[in-house]
């Protein structure tokens, strides 16, 4: 196989960041060897969370087996997944915002016509569903776990406390017609084709302001490994919380 450099589009204090968590985690199970140093560890994880580089490409620049890759990735995420914020924690951040923006998406995973759970009948293709909070201006608070594709935006946001959490702390948030009927604190357009004239100005309002939550999803489709996820569907939410912790650590 041919090998060539590459770049990750990432800070050095990410890197720095996710070098101390293996190092720290190969401290408390007494590691005295292995075939890459906490540093290279990190450089690989970046490149196949950053980059979406497979097992096999990663294997071949690092000059290391397909399993060991396996592992290191494997550990880096379940060590990052544990330093993601929960939603207890990021409401702490979101009652100092003005309002915050609800909005779901669909992560792309591998599936066929048989897996019907994760078929989303909205995006016309199998996926995870997931719930992302933003702030007043489109950066990315939280990101709930993965649910399969066929939820709906609704029930993902119930079946994860969003709704109730964003009651309890009196938040207005701004939401798109899928959260049609989740209570006072999310507001969503008018629905209708022969609308009236203040109602069409409102929802044209109402558009400007959540449109600013397509910013947080292009930061989170950044990371090229979500924009189609290849692995089971039981590490998505690790996947995605690891994620979250580097973002949250290079911002």
């Not at 066929?112 to 909205?122: C, H, L, R």
């Not at 979500?226 to 949250?248: F, G, M, P, Q, Y």
């Amino acid at each position: 196989m041919l090998v060539y450099p590459s770049s990750i589009d990432l800070s050095t204090r990410t890197l720095r960041y996710l070098s101390r968590q293996p190092a720290a985690r190969r401290r408390e199970i007494g590691t005295r060897w292995r075939r890459l140093s906490a540093g290279r560890q990190a450089l690989l994880v970046l490149a196949h969370l950053r980059c979406g580089d497979t097992y096999a490409q990663l294997a071949a620049g690092f000059g290391i087996k397909i399993a060991t890759v396996f592992r290191y990735i494997r550990e880096a995420v379940e060590v990052l997944a544990v330093l993601a914020p929960t939603l207890a924690e990021a409401m702490k951040t979101i009652r100092t915002k003005a309002f915050v923006i609800l909005d779901g998406t669909l992560l792309p995973i591998d599936r066929i016509a048989a897996d019907t759970p994760y078929y989303s009948g909205k995006h016309k293709r199998h996926g995870m569903n997931v719930q992302v909070l933003t702030d007043p201006f489109g950066r990315l608070l939280w990101a709930s776990p993965a649910l399969s594709g066929s939820t709906h935006d609704l029930t993902a946001a119930r079946a994860h406390g969003i709704i109730d959490a964003l009651a309890d702390a009196d938040v207005k948030c701004w939401a798109d017609k899928a959260y049609q009927g989740a209570g006072r604190p999310v507001r969503v357009p008018f629905r209708g084709r022969r609308l009236k004239r203040w109602k069409r100005r409102h929802n044209s309002t109402h558009a400007k302001i959540r449109c600013l939550g397509e910013q947080a999803m292009a930061t989170l489709k950044g990371w090229r490994l979500l924009r189609k996820i290849r692995c089971s569907t039981n590490r998505i939410t690790d996947i995605l919380k690891a994620v979250l912790a580097l973002h949250h650590a290079s911002t």
